[in-house]
């Protein structure tokens, strides 16, 4: 009972086969002359023949195009000939009015079959051999024809009546614009007429390859219109993003639905489809949904969904998509609902992908169930739930010794663990019942999640599960960018020399993702699982590749890809590419936390070129969030904001996203260096109540909205409360042993105890910072640390400047190379303020030495508006002009300074959509 | 004037009669220019049979690599079409709304059907195919009330019918025994009321009752598979065998009989057959719902649980408050270790049926099963299944027990001495009797209870085996307890 699958690639025989049947008669009509009647020369005769070929090829395909469609196709492949072809063709068609008329037809064809052993071959006589492409089609159709019961005759009869009316009920006279170079082709095939017709086929197929490459108009799924396949990749590669971005979710549901709407409608023409072939359609609509996310839109798919299932009630697929369907719109009940069924439908043992185990048990394949369940917990943000699921799943895997999807499991608990953080798992791991028995109670979750990963890299890695083992070196360089591997216990100054995270060891993990997309490249042959539906290369080709990420400025567009040349031999699976990019992604992850600020953005920057296409839009939303904060912090808010206006119209239907709570950091930032605390404030909590969110507390923007609590309370002078928070956050981060965060805090720590005037306090709060930051590599974390310990070094007092300034110096390439503007100007000013204080230096010397920093953090704050360091850095410049006595200048320095001043404490309300928008919004 | 008529009536009793003989297009085509409303009714709803007809044909003929066709009746539209201009005109009549109600009802406009629907029970009340396709349209309470019904007895045959579809069998019930005031000796009443009773679980009435309504109308198959039921339930194999042979030989080919067999089979532990005579019941009728639950009972039998998962989900996906098949579906998931995911089931199952104590007791089984180990949830589940008249009495021994395993001593004691009181009031005996006897003798004198204390152990001494003689012993230990000063002023005072 359970997954019944009828015979897949069943032929079933249809009015377009029909027709194609009678081209092909045409084609190869049993006649004497080389060319035969209606053809004036080889090189049309070629033309048709290639044709044919690519008609052919296609007719498994999920869509079979409509008459009219044909008959346009013919006019352009036709040339002079257009006219005959498609009035044979249609009074063919239309002179099949009884049944018999079919069973003389099909008798025709067969004549037109060359049989195995046809005798004499005259030379020029053209006689299709039965195992050519044409060939084997044919036989195909007629052995169709003859196991049709007479109930099928006559509804094939019908068809082909509603097929015809249709056809010349629809207006045909529309134009195609014409193949420019395809002539040029076939003019080179002519040369050689004497060809046996197989050769002729092999060189055509050649040729067919190389005229695809060449042009965008033929191809062998030539029935698929083109506004539907333009427009699929449309959504991504959009040449303004403007005007087209917004409504691409209705785009690709009008793709979704309309599309195989009409192939079901039922008085339009019934191509009922093999079961291969609406499987193929739903693995492609799988991919398209895990995509686009949430712009997939629901109900038209869904109606879709709901159109299939009613026709085809045994292809349990469906159920699968509409989980994913309504997974990717979060509801979760319906989508629960999916899942079940289709697991108690199909007992996982459905489709494609399903290769019966060796040891065959008939017990189903429920663990895959479960492991779906969890993951969908998961997205729900249900950590604990999903926890608990895929703890049942190792437990059955194992049962029912399904190792590869244990490994699976696995992975996902990894995931699980190092993206919900550790706030919720504690006590869930450490229960008895937990799949790592052997690993004990003791050890934290960070040494567990460790445990987990190795050993799904050991298994995925003997199972051969590539992907499987790419991610997991994903996760493991994850892991090792931000814990120290080695137990935490004796976390002390003794030891820390050992306690560090080692940035190779993140590289080589990064890398030893790589070799998964070279062995694709070099054995891409077992990767057509989807055989006919992978197309992906081809829609490659047609592509205009390169898309500026975040292109505001309209100008130059390049068209060059770099990444071009890669992908197209070889049909690398989106999933793939995925994994690779991620791994970019992780990268530049990596160098901004080592502090690498130009390399985080360059493979920022590859990624959002190069995998735009096949990331989902969570991740490209990412990439976009790193390439705005990048901009933000080194360009100024101006351009950050722009693009973000870009960006903003590019993941328009995620609701609560990245983007979002980007756009509300930056705003954050820029009020406080504006001095608008309030809206700062407004800003930092409504931060909070994101991270607050009913679903699982996400503790990465759980820390950020409490971090710039600290510092808006930091701004508005109330040290004592903000030290309050820092504190408390810095509790938590240990707690939770987020270090990187720790660092952070401990910084911020030490700046509020710098500006509260207690620089003694601050001193340890620096030295921790730093050391943390030795620890995990943290190498622009350090430099602005050390440049906060000088910073508190010279409010110690004046004898104290050359300590600072040591400090300073050795800073200062970092700080320089990586560091934003902000950082730069800081240092600057402090560089400026130590050799201000210090008593063995004379301004009047050296004044540049001074005035030089300080005028370069002027620019540079200029585009942060950042007020406060403004007017410290006029303020010194006032005071060093006047030691110079250069009453001119100091009194232009001291009008800047009141400028400053003033706007700081007056926050005049300029006119900004954005921050307006948002407000309301919220 | 009257030879028209005359005329008119034979063209009618012509096309009457090919209709009978189920030549339904002869008899359109007879009608093809009458104007009467009995004509016209006729000659529509003679289309519309013949549409359904060759949809059903086309359905086998087309059965696509997909498994199913998209067969549509084809007369649906031009039906549609006639007679909602005829409904525009008010030249139609009650017959013609109900057939314009199915028609719509088949084109999925039903707010539009339901009106009609109303509108031609209102005007006609004894036509019982609108009232049923009206009820087929009725999926909630909100909708019911909803109607504007109005008064008649027809109505009250409605709303019993449709309260035991919506599972308001109290109501349902309620409303039979009005109309059998009326209609006496109704046989349908009286098998509505059975149903009613059995989905309440009155099974000795509902046997009693049936066996009363077989006296009046022997040859019945019609909600025999309940009765069928209820002697399954109650294990009398040489009934159940009677009503099968009785049934068989009235009508082979009815859904109920093959469920009828299949329940023997079943009931005689052959469930290959039981299996083999399910599925003919649902090869006669694909949407029958409790064939597809007692396959899936016989599948879990043969322990093929992914049979049996899908024959449930199937009568899941018929009718989505079929608590039987849910608790299958948990069952089933239960038996392959997967008790997480049985639970979400279970849970499903108990939010249909929260009265029935054996899916309480089921769901915390799972709760209790060694993987999950969730004794506390485990307990909220027994306490659930005690309170809905758990007739096997596991509940409260489970109780007692979990409670013991907790550490829980009061609530122990609580429960076992319910369950020894229940016990002896069914006058049943067996090892949890001594089991409790037991807890509670040493559990008082712990407490330093030792009357109650004494009682018990007492009782225990009317029992064989070690039970007795750690009684003896918790006698004895108590007897010196009680005792104690005295016994211990004498020792010392001795030597």
Redesign the interface.
Same mark, same amino acid.
């Given at each position: 009972m359970a997954g019944v699958v009828k015979a897949p690639g069943a032929f079933a025989i249809t009015p377009h086969k029909v027709s194609v049947c009678i081209l092909v008669n045409i084609y190869a009509s049993p006649s004497q002359i080389s060319v035969p009647f209606p053809f004036s020369s080889v090189s049309q005769h070629n033309r048709l023949g290639l044709y044919l070929l690519a008609l052919t090829k296609s007719c498994d395909d999920i869509l079979e195009p409509k008459l009219d469609q044909l008959i346009n196709q013919l006019r352009e492949i036709g040339g002079l000939l257009d006219h005959w072809l498609t009035d044979h063709v249609t009074s063919r068609l239309s002179s099949l009015s009884s049944p018999d008329d079919l069973f003389n037809f099909f008798n025709e064809l067969r004549e037109t079959l060359g049989g195995p052993d046809s005798g004499v071959m005259e030379d020029d006589q053209v006689i299709l051999d039965p195992n050519s492409n044409l060939g084997m089609f044919l036989r195909r159709c007629i052995l169709a024809f003859n196991l049709l019961t007479f109930e099928g005759i006559c509804h094939l009869l019908t068809n082909i009546g509603i097929y015809c009316k249709e056809a010349i009920s629809s207006c045909s006279s529309y134009e195609l614009r014409r193949v420019d170079d395809s002539g040029n082709d076939f003019e080179s095939l002519s040369e050689d007429e004497n060809m046996d017709l197989n050769l002729v086929f092999k060189k055509i197929n050649e040729e067919m390859e190389a005229r695809k490459r060449a042009t965008e108009q033929v191809s062998f799924h030539l029935h698929l219109p083109k506004e539907l396949s333009t427009l699929v990749e449309d959504i991504e590669v959009s040449a303004d993003p403007k005007s087209e971005h917004n409504d691409k979710g209705r785009e690709s549901s009008s793709y979704a639905s309309g599309e195989l709407l009409r192939d079901v409608d039922p008085n339009g023409g019934v191509f009922l489809r093999t079961n291969w072939q609406i499987q193929g359609y739903l693995m492609e609509q799988a991919d398209a949904i895990e995509k686009h996310g949430s712009s997939f839109t629901l109900n038209a798919f869904e109606l879709t969904l709901r159109q299939l299932q009613k026709l085809a009630p045994e292809l349990h697929r469906v159920h699968f998509l509409r989980y994913l369907n309504n997974l990717y719109h979060d509801d979760y009940f319906s989508a629960l609902e999916n899942l079940l069924r289709y697991f108690d439908y199909s007992a996982g043992t459905e489709g494609f992908d399903f290769v019966p185990p060796a040891g065959c048990n008939s017990f189903g394949r429920y663990e895959i169930a479960l492991l779906c369940l969890g993951m969908m917990h998961f997205h729900f943000g249900h950590p604990k739930k999903a926890l608990e699921v895929l703890t049942e799943a190792v437990r059955v895997s194992q049962q029912h010794s399904n190792d590869t999807c244990l490994a699976y499991t696995l992975a996902a608990m990894c995931n699980l663990l190092s993206e919900i953080g550790f706030s919720t798992t504690s006590g869930i791991l450490g229960s008895p019942f937990s799949p790592m028995i052997s690993v004990g109670t003791s050890l934290s979750v960070q040494q567990q999640l460790f445990v987990l990963l190795k050993g799904s890299l050991k298994r995925a890695e003997s199972l051969k599960l590539k992907q499987l083992v790419a991610a997991n070196h994903l996760a493991m360089a994850k892991f090792d960018l931000t814990h120290v591997q080695r137990p935490l216990l004796s976390f002390g100054p003794k030891t820390s020399m050992k306690l560090r995270t080692c940035p190779i060891i993140v590289c080589k993990e990064l890398r030893s993702g790589y070799h998964l997309i070279s062995e694709f490249c070099c054995e891409g042959s077992t990767m057509t699982a989807d055989g006919a539906f992978s197309t992906a290369w081809l829609k490659n080709l047609q592509k205009p590749m390169g898309s500026l990420v975040l292109s505001q400025d309209n100008g130059s567009r390049n068209n060059y890809n770099p990444f071009l040349f890669f992908t197209q031999p070889s049909s690398i699976p989106g999933s793939v590419m995925q994994l690779v990019g991620s791994s970019y992604l992780h990268r530049a992850t990596a160098w901004e936390i080592y502090g690498s600020a130009p390399l985080a953005r360059a493979n920022a920057l590859v990624y959002a070129t190069c995998f735009a296409d096949a990331s989902s839009s969570s991740d490209a939303a990412l990439v976009h969030v790193k390439l705005i904060q990048h901009l933000a912090v080194f360009k100024g808010y101006k351009e950050a904001f722009a693009a973000l206006k870009t960006a903003e119209e590019k993941f328009l239907c995620v609701s609560k996203s990245r983007i979002l709570i980007m756009k509300l950091q930056l705003l954050h930032e820029r009020a406080l260096h504006r001095g608008h605390l309030k809206l700062a404030q407004q800003v930092c909590d409504e931060l909070g109540v994101l991270a607050s969110s009913v679903t699982a507390v996400d503790m990465e923007l759980k820390t950020e909205a409490s971090l710039r609590h600290a510092r808006t309370l930091l701004a508005a002078k109330q040290f004592s409360q903000a030290a309050a928070v820092a504190h408390s956050l810095f509790c938590m981060c240990y707690k939770f042993n987020l270090q990187v965060e720790s660092a952070t805090v401990l910084l911020l720590l030490a700046e509020i105890h710098m500006k509260s005037g207690n620089a003694v306090v601050g001193l340890p709060y620096a030295l921790a910072s730093l050391s943390y930051c030795q620890t995990f590599n943290l190498d622009l974390l350090r430099a602005s640390a050390t440049l906060t310990l000088a910073e508190l070094w010279l409010s110690l007092g004046s004898n104290h400047a050359k300590t600072a300034l040591t400090l300073l110096h050795g800073a200062f390439p970092m700080i320089l190379g990586h560091g934003g503007l902000e950082l730069c100007a800081r240092a600057y000013i402090t560089e400026a303020k130590c050799y201000l204080s210090d008593p063995s230096f004379s301004v009047s010397k050296n004044p540049e030495l001074v005035l030089d920093p300080l005028r370069q953090a002027a620019d540079e704050l200029q585009a942060l508006e950042h007020h406060e360091l403004m007017a410290e850095a006029f303020y010194l410049m006032a005071i060093v002009f006047d030691k110079l006595g250069q009453p001119e200048q100091r009194e232009e320095a001291a009008c800047s300074f009141k400028n400053h001043v003033m706007s700081l404490d007056h926050p005049h309300d300029v006119e900004d959509p954005i921050q307006s928008d948002t407000l309301l919004n919220a | 004037m009257e030879e028209d008529e005359a005329i008119h009536g034979d063209f009618y009793l012509l096309a009457k009669s090919y209709f009978d003989c189920r030549e339904y297009r002869r008899a359109a085509h007879v009608l093809r220019d009458q104007t009467g409303k009995k004509s016209v009714f006729l000659r529509c709803y003679a289309l519309y049979l013949a549409g359904e007809k060759r949809k059903e044909?086309?359905m086998i003929? &087309?059965e696509?690599? &997909?498994?199913?066709?998209? *067969?549509?009746n084809r007369e649906l539209v031009s039906l549609e079409r006639e007679l909602a201009t005829l409904c525009k005109n008010n030249t139609i009549d009650p017959f013609g709304l109900y057939l314009y109600g199915l028609v719509l009802k088949e084109k999925g406009n039903e707010n539009l059907a339901r009106k009609v629907l109303v509108e031609s029970v209102n005007s006609y009340p004894w036509n019982w195919s609108a009232w049923s396709e009206l009820q087929s349209l009725c999926t909630t309470v909100d909708i019911l009330n909803g109607l504007n019904l109005s008064n008649h007895w027809m109505k009250e045959f409605f709303l019993a019918s449709i309260y035991q579809e919506l599972r308001m069998h109290n109501e349902s019930l309620s409303k039979y025994e009005n109309l059998q005031g009326m209609f006496t000796f109704s046989n349908y009443i009286q098998a509505q009321i059975a149903k009613a009773r059995y989905s309440l679980r009155e099974f000795e009435q509902v046997e009693v009752i049936f066996e009363d309504l077989l006296r009046n109308d022997p040859y019945r198959v019609e909600d025999m598979d309940t009765y069928s039921n209820v002697l399954y339930t109650k294990e009398c194999f040489s009934a159940l065998s009677y009503l099968a042979h009785r049934v068989i030989m009235t009508d082979k080919y009815r859904p109920e009989s093959c469920c009828i067999i299949g329940n023997y089979y079943s009931l005689k532990g052959q469930h290959e057959k039981s299996v083999v005579y399910f599925r003919r019941a649902l090869k006669l009728n694909k949407n029958y719902l409790s064939a597809w639950t007692l396959m899936g009972h016989e /599948?879990v039998e043969m322990k093929?649980?992914? *049979?049996a998962?899908? *024959?449930?989900?199937r009568a899941v996906?018929i009718n989505p408050r079929d608590y039987r098949a849910w608790y299958g579906?948990g069952q089933a998931?239960e038996m392959?270790?997967?008790?997480? /995911?049985a639970l979400?089931?279970f849970r499903k199952s108990v939010f249909f049926q929260p009265i029935d104590s054996r899916l309480w007791i089921a769901m915390a089984q799972c709760y209790e099963s060694e993987? &999950?180990?969730m004794l506390k949830e485990a307990i909220k589940c027994y306490k659930r299944a005690a309170n809905c008249n758990d007739t096997e009495a596991i509940a409260l021994h489970r109780l007692a027990m979990l409670h013991r395993e907790l550490d829980q001593p009061e609530e122990a004691a609580f429960y076992y001495k319910k369950d020894l009181e229940r016990m002896e009031a069914e006058e049943r005996e067996g090892p949890n009797l001594v089991e409790a006897l037991m807890f509670l003798a040493t559990h008082y004198k712990t407490q330093k209870k030792f009357e109650e204390a004494e009682v018990y152990c007492t009782r225990l001494l009317d029992y064989t085996g070690p039970e007795r003689e750690t009684a003896k012993s918790l006698l004895r230990g108590m007897r010196i307890a009680q005792s104690g000063f005295p016994s211990m002023d004498v020792e010392h005072f001795h030597p």
């Amino acid at each position: 009972m359970a997954g019944v699958v009828k015979a897949p690639g069943a032929f079933a025989i249809t009015p377009h086969k029909v027709s194609v049947c009678i081209l092909v008669n045409i084609y190869a009509s049993p006649s004497q002359i080389s060319v035969p009647f209606p053809f004036s020369s080889v090189s049309q005769h070629n033309r048709l023949g290639l044709y044919l070929l690519a008609l052919t090829k296609s007719c498994d395909d999920i869509l079979e195009p409509k008459l009219d469609q044909l008959i346009n196709q013919l006019r352009e492949i036709g040339g002079l000939l257009d006219h005959w072809l498609t009035d044979h063709v249609t009074s063919r068609l239309s002179s099949l009015s009884s049944p018999d008329d079919l069973f003389n037809f099909f008798n025709e064809l067969r004549e037109t079959l060359g049989g195995p052993d046809s005798g004499v071959m005259e030379d020029d006589q053209v006689i299709l051999d039965p195992n050519s492409n044409l060939g084997m089609f044919l036989r195909r159709c007629i052995l169709a024809f003859n196991l049709l019961t007479f109930e099928g005759i006559c509804h094939l009869l019908t068809n082909i009546g509603i097929y015809c009316k249709e056809a010349i009920s629809s207006c045909s006279s529309y134009e195609l614009r014409r193949v420019d170079d395809s002539g040029n082709d076939f003019e080179s095939l002519s040369e050689d007429e004497n060809m046996d017709l197989n050769l002729v086929f092999k060189k055509i197929n050649e040729e067919m390859e190389a005229r695809k490459r060449a042009t965008e108009q033929v191809s062998f799924h030539l029935h698929l219109p083109k506004e539907l396949s333009t427009l699929v990749e449309d959504i991504e590669v959009s040449a303004d993003p403007k005007s087209e971005h917004n409504d691409k979710g209705r785009e690709s549901s009008s793709y979704a639905s309309g599309e195989l709407l009409r192939d079901v409608d039922p008085n339009g023409g019934v191509f009922l489809r093999t079961n291969w072939q609406i499987q193929g359609y739903l693995m492609e609509q799988a991919d398209a949904i895990e995509k686009h996310g949430s712009s997939f839109t629901l109900n038209a798919f869904e109606l879709t969904l709901r159109q299939l299932q009613k026709l085809a009630p045994e292809l349990h697929r469906v159920h699968f998509l509409r989980y994913l369907n309504n997974l990717y719109h979060d509801d979760y009940f319906s989508a629960l609902e999916n899942l079940l069924r289709y697991f108690d439908y199909s007992a996982g043992t459905e489709g494609f992908d399903f290769v019966p185990p060796a040891g065959c048990n008939s017990f189903g394949r429920y663990e895959i169930a479960l492991l779906c369940l969890g993951m969908m917990h998961f997205h729900f943000g249900h950590p604990k739930k999903a926890l608990e699921v895929l703890t049942e799943a190792v437990r059955v895997s194992q049962q029912h010794s399904n190792d590869t999807c244990l490994a699976y499991t696995l992975a996902a608990m990894c995931n699980l663990l190092s993206e919900i953080g550790f706030s919720t798992t504690s006590g869930i791991l450490g229960s008895p019942f937990s799949p790592m028995i052997s690993v004990g109670t003791s050890l934290s979750v960070q040494q567990q999640l460790f445990v987990l990963l190795k050993g799904s890299l050991k298994r995925a890695e003997s199972l051969k599960l590539k992907q499987l083992v790419a991610a997991n070196h994903l996760a493991m360089a994850k892991f090792d960018l931000t814990h120290v591997q080695r137990p935490l216990l004796s976390f002390g100054p003794k030891t820390s020399m050992k306690l560090r995270t080692c940035p190779i060891i993140v590289c080589k993990e990064l890398r030893s993702g790589y070799h998964l997309i070279s062995e694709f490249c070099c054995e891409g042959s077992t990767m057509t699982a989807d055989g006919a539906f992978s197309t992906a290369w081809l829609k490659n080709l047609q592509k205009p590749m390169g898309s500026l990420v975040l292109s505001q400025d309209n100008g130059s567009r390049n068209n060059y890809n770099p990444f071009l040349f890669f992908t197209q031999p070889s049909s690398i699976p989106g999933s793939v590419m995925q994994l690779v990019g991620s791994s970019y992604l992780h990268r530049a992850t990596a160098w901004e936390i080592y502090g690498s600020a130009p390399l985080a953005r360059a493979n920022a920057l590859v990624y959002a070129t190069c995998f735009a296409d096949a990331s989902s839009s969570s991740d490209a939303a990412l990439v976009h969030v790193k390439l705005i904060q990048h901009l933000a912090v080194f360009k100024g808010y101006k351009e950050a904001f722009a693009a973000l206006k870009t960006a903003e119209e590019k993941f328009l239907c995620v609701s609560k996203s990245r983007i979002l709570i980007m756009k509300l950091q930056l705003l954050h930032e820029r009020a406080l260096h504006r001095g608008h605390l309030k809206l700062a404030q407004q800003v930092c909590d409504e931060l909070g109540v994101l991270a607050s969110s009913v679903t699982a507390v996400d503790m990465e923007l759980k820390t950020e909205a409490s971090l710039r609590h600290a510092r808006t309370l930091l701004a508005a002078k109330q040290f004592s409360q903000a030290a309050a928070v820092a504190h408390s956050l810095f509790c938590m981060c240990y707690k939770f042993n987020l270090q990187v965060e720790s660092a952070t805090v401990l910084l911020l720590l030490a700046e509020i105890h710098m500006k509260s005037g207690n620089a003694v306090v601050g001193l340890p709060y620096a030295l921790a910072s730093l050391s943390y930051c030795q620890t995990f590599n943290l190498d622009l974390l350090r430099a602005s640390a050390t440049l906060t310990l000088a910073e508190l070094w010279l409010s110690l007092g004046s004898n104290h400047a050359k300590t600072a300034l040591t400090l300073l110096h050795g800073a200062f390439p970092m700080i320089l190379g990586h560091g934003g503007l902000e950082l730069c100007a800081r240092a600057y000013i402090t560089e400026a303020k130590c050799y201000l204080s210090d008593p063995s230096f004379s301004v009047s010397k050296n004044p540049e030495l001074v005035l030089d920093p300080l005028r370069q953090a002027a620019d540079e704050l200029q585009a942060l508006e950042h007020h406060e360091l403004m007017a410290e850095a006029f303020y010194l410049m006032a005071i060093v002009f006047d030691k110079l006595g250069q009453p001119e200048q100091r009194e232009e320095a001291a009008c800047s300074f009141k400028n400053h001043v003033m706007s700081l404490d007056h926050p005049h309300d300029v006119e900004d959509p954005i921050q307006s928008d948002t407000l309301l919004n919220a | 004037m009257e030879e028209d008529e005359a005329i008119h009536g034979d063209f009618y009793l012509l096309a009457k009669s090919y209709f009978d003989c189920r030549e339904y297009r002869r008899a359109a085509h007879v009608l093809r220019d009458q104007t009467g409303k009995k004509s016209v009714f006729l000659r529509c709803y003679a289309l519309y049979l013949a549409g359904e007809k060759r949809k059903e044909e086309e359905m086998i003929e &087309l059965e696509g690599p &997909l498994g199913k066709s998209d *067969a549509v009746n084809r007369e649906l539209v031009s039906l549609e079409r006639e007679l909602a201009t005829l409904c525009k005109n008010n030249t139609i009549d009650p017959f013609g709304l109900y057939l314009y109600g199915l028609v719509l009802k088949e084109k999925g406009n039903e707010n539009l059907a339901r009106k009609v629907l109303v509108e031609s029970v209102n005007s006609y009340p004894w036509n019982w195919s609108a009232w049923s396709e009206l009820q087929s349209l009725c999926t909630t309470v909100d909708i019911l009330n909803g109607l504007n019904l109005s008064n008649h007895w027809m109505k009250e045959f409605f709303l019993a019918s449709i309260y035991q579809e919506l599972r308001m069998h109290n109501e349902s019930l309620s409303k039979y025994e009005n109309l059998q005031g009326m209609f006496t000796f109704s046989n349908y009443i009286q098998a509505q009321i059975a149903k009613a009773r059995y989905s309440l679980r009155e099974f000795e009435q509902v046997e009693v009752i049936f066996e009363d309504l077989l006296r009046n109308d022997p040859y019945r198959v019609e909600d025999m598979d309940t009765y069928s039921n209820v002697l399954y339930t109650k294990e009398c194999f040489s009934a159940l065998s009677y009503l099968a042979h009785r049934v068989i030989m009235t009508d082979k080919y009815r859904p109920e009989s093959c469920c009828i067999i299949g329940n023997y089979y079943s009931l005689k532990g052959q469930h290959e057959k039981s299996v083999v005579y399910f599925r003919r019941a649902l090869k006669l009728n694909k949407n029958y719902l409790s064939a597809w639950t007692l396959m899936g009972h016989e /599948y879990v039998e043969m322990k093929n649980t992914p *049979a049996a998962v899908d *024959a449930y989900r199937r009568a899941v996906d018929i009718n989505p408050r079929d608590y039987r098949a849910w608790y299958g579906l948990g069952q089933a998931y239960e038996m392959m270790g997967m008790p997480h /995911y049985a639970l979400h089931y279970f849970r499903k199952s108990v939010f249909f049926q929260p009265i029935d104590s054996r899916l309480w007791i089921a769901m915390a089984q799972c709760y209790e099963s060694e993987q &999950l180990h969730m004794l506390k949830e485990a307990i909220k589940c027994y306490k659930r299944a005690a309170n809905c008249n758990d007739t096997e009495a596991i509940a409260l021994h489970r109780l007692a027990m979990l409670h013991r395993e907790l550490d829980q001593p009061e609530e122990a004691a609580f429960y076992y001495k319910k369950d020894l009181e229940r016990m002896e009031a069914e006058e049943r005996e067996g090892p949890n009797l001594v089991e409790a006897l037991m807890f509670l003798a040493t559990h008082y004198k712990t407490q330093k209870k030792f009357e109650e204390a004494e009682v018990y152990c007492t009782r225990l001494l009317d029992y064989t085996g070690p039970e007795r003689e750690t009684a003896k012993s918790l006698l004895r230990g108590m007897r010196i307890a009680q005792s104690g000063f005295p016994s211990m002023d004498v020792e010392h005072f001795h030597p």
